[in-house]
């Protein structure tokens, strides 16, 4: 790798860990060039322009390399003639989040602070994603298909906090090192992700979606 390849690439690793740890709107360009190593801020100028094109393009280089690898898991898995159970499906889904968790944890922060830019980030890059939510439709054809995608933006929401609380725990957090370090607590995790996804719809929720959209609130106090 050439030197400027090279002080790209430190100049990403950077940020991608300061962002996780602090978030992104809490972290400037010059946190990043400081530690990074870099004399001024132009050297992030010149090879990202904005802290933004940085953050987008460390989106689109994880969710890509997420995305490549759980549509081969699952290649192999549909070879074997599965997924066969949600299981199966929901190892799918979420073992980025403990393979990848800095990573994660930047995707957690920043959805926090600037969706849409999140959002830039992943456009167009999510065919294992799609496929892994196709499985759970064909598991669960009970499930009204609006119900199950509100249930999956819940999920990966609470995954991703999930990450963030693990993090957390690495950085002196007592009461979630406690958590993490007891035996079964990713196999916990996932037992409630299931959870989420299986459970009955309730009359209530069926009710709410036969009636349709509610209408919008009117602005401001009565």
């Given at each position: ?188 995790l996932l037992d409630t992700v299931e959870g989420m996804l299986c459970q009955p719809v309730s009359a209530q929720a069926l009710a709410a979606l ?13």
């Amino acid at each position: 790798m050439r030197g400027g390849d090279l002080t790209r690439e430190k100049i990403k690793r950077t940020a991608e860990v300061l962002f996780a740890e602090r978030g992104f709107n809490a972290v400037s360009i010059r946190d990043i060039i400081e530690v990074a190593g870099q004399r001024n801020t132009g050297s992030l100028h010149y090879y990202f322009r904005t802290k933004e094109t940085l953050a987008r393009e460390l989106v689109e280089d994880g969710v890509r390399r997420i995305d490549e690898d759980r549509n081969h898991r699952l290649d192999r898995l549909e070879a074997q003639g599965g997924p066969k159970n949600i299981r199966e499906v929901i190892e799918l889904l979420a073992y980025p989040y403990f393979v990848d968790d800095n990573y994660m944890r930047f995707i957690s922060r920043l959805m926090q602070d600037n969706y849409g830019l999140f959002l830039e980030g992943a456009k167009g890059q999510d065919s294992g994603f799609r496929r892994v939510i196709a499985h759970v439709r064909r598991l669960q054809p009970e499930i009204p298909k609006p119900i199950l995608s509100q249930r999956f933006h819940l999920v990966i929401v609470y995954l991703a906090s999930m990450v963030a609380l693990q993090g957390g725990s690495r950085q002196g957090h007592e009461v979630w090192s406690q958590f993490w370090n007891t035996p079964g607590a990713e196999e916990t995790l996932l037992d409630t992700v299931e959870g989420m996804l299986c459970q009955p719809v309730s009359a209530q929720a069926l009710a709410a979606l036969a009636a349709g959209p509610m209408p919008a609130r009117a602005s401001g106090s009565g």
